[in-house]
């Protein structure tokens, strides 16, 4: 298995959380093309998305069969080491099957194919459009029909990315989007009925974890269902309505990855006003004022290699060891002065405390 995306700053390919960022990076250009030609990266975000569709393709190594681990992941805590560093945790990939399946798995991986089957299919590459559709339409009969949670079958990821709210909201996420790519009125019909079954009442915001209010949104915006509209737009502003913020007007949903949630929050305000645009101004100064921070409007910027005072220690193991032949350790793990010596353009580091004190 080569290619995909280490997990923050480790060296662990966790493939249910790439799976869901390969997501939302489809829908997100599929949401603002515009923007991305406008910024003239467009054809590199493709690239990107590409990058991890094919690791998912890749991953995906039968019909009723899926990689979900590379690495171990309790071991690569107890080291900081350069990802080639002959030094690092080997060990074989984990993987579910249908005797040992994992339902979240393979749905999110379906979704994230189904997505990038509408982005490349509109970029006019329809055979690379085609491969990902059998993919998702293969990997979401596996999900459907052999059913598990994930972290059972593959137990080295319990402590860190369990799946808290079961499997239903990756299948009727994986559904609407398969949907949007086929118009199957099946997989409409049992999204809905996911939804309405697990969904409904639930008030949570949207992660990776939990696909809820993005399977609200995407069913509102692909069925026109009035009822839905107004739910996805209750929702979303309630969650900015009741949530703590910091004093200088972060979000503050929880303390790990506080700007994931912040942009995650932006994201569905900026989609939900698409639903009534005359009526969104609210939504629109959210999404905004989130954004912004990010970028550096209260005095330093969280994004490394942009703006105004970015961070230079990012936690993150391959732009904090030196060249080589030096040797990379806890010595340089813990070194709390020194930047770090390779700038990791474009990250996004966790963020600051709930007084937007230094953290990240």
């Known amino acids: ?56 393709i890749r991953a995906h190594t039968a019909k009723y069969e899926m990689v979900g681990l590379i690495g171990d992941p309790h071991a690569d805590h107890e080291n900081w080491l350069r990802p080639e560093d002959p ?32 982005v490349f299919t509109w970029a006019n590459e329809t055979d690379y459009a085609s491969l990902c559709l059998k993919h998702a339409m293969e990997l979401y009969e596996f999900a459907d029909k052999y059913r598990g949670v994930y ?40 999204a809905k009925a996911f939804y309405k079954r697990s969904g409904q009442t639930n008030r949570k915001p949207f992660d990776w974890d939990n696909k809820w209010p993005g399977v609200r949104m995407l069913i509102a915006r692909l069925s026109s269902d009035e009822t839905m509209i107004t739910e996805t737009q209750s929702q979303i502003r309630n969650i900015i309505q009741i949530s703590k913020y910091t004093p200088k007007g972060l979000i503050y949903i929880d303390e790990w990855g506080v700007l994931r949630h912040a942009c995650n929050q932006a994201f569905l305000a900026l989609v939900t006003a698409k639903l009534d645009p005359e009526n969104s101004d609210d939504l629109l100064e959210f999404a905004k004022t989130q954004l912004f921070y990010i970028y550096g409007d209260t005095g330093r910027s969280f994004i490394i290699g942009f703006g105004e005072g970015y961070p230079t220690r990012p936690h993150h193991r391959s732009s904090s060891c030196p ?31 709930r007084f937007d004190r230094r953290r990240f």
Not at 29 to 51: D, H, N, P, T, V
Not at 90 to 111: D, H, M, Q, V, Y
Not at 153 to 165: G, K, T
Not at 325 to 352: F, H, M, Q
């Open 1 to 56: 298995m080569t290619g995909g995306w280490y997990d923050g700053g480790d060296n662990v390919v966790f493939v249910f959380p790439l799976a869901h960022a390969t997501a939302m990076l489809g829908w997100s250009i599929i949401e603002f093309k515009e923007a991305y030609e406008s910024s003239q990266e467009y054809r590199k975000f493709l690239a990107e998305l590409k990058w991890g569709t094919d690791f998912l």
């Open 151 to 190: 972290h059972d079958a593959i137990p080295d990821v319990y402590d860190f990315y369990r799946s808290w709210e079961g499997y239903e909201d990756e299948l009727a996420w994986a559904a609407i989007w398969l949907y949007g790519a086929t118009q199957e009125e099946t997989l409409l019909n049992a």
């Open 87 to 118: 030094a690092s945790p080997r060990t074989p990939s984990k993987i579910i099957t249908a005797k040992n399946p994992g339902t979240e798995l393979a749905a999110e991986a379906s979704a994230a194919l189904a997505a990038a089957y509408l």
């Open 323 to 353: 060249v080589p032949p030096r040797t990379c350790g806890w010595d340089v793990a813990d070194d709390k002065v020194s930047p770090n010596p390779w700038i990791l353009y474009g990250g996004l580091v966790g963020g600051p405390d």
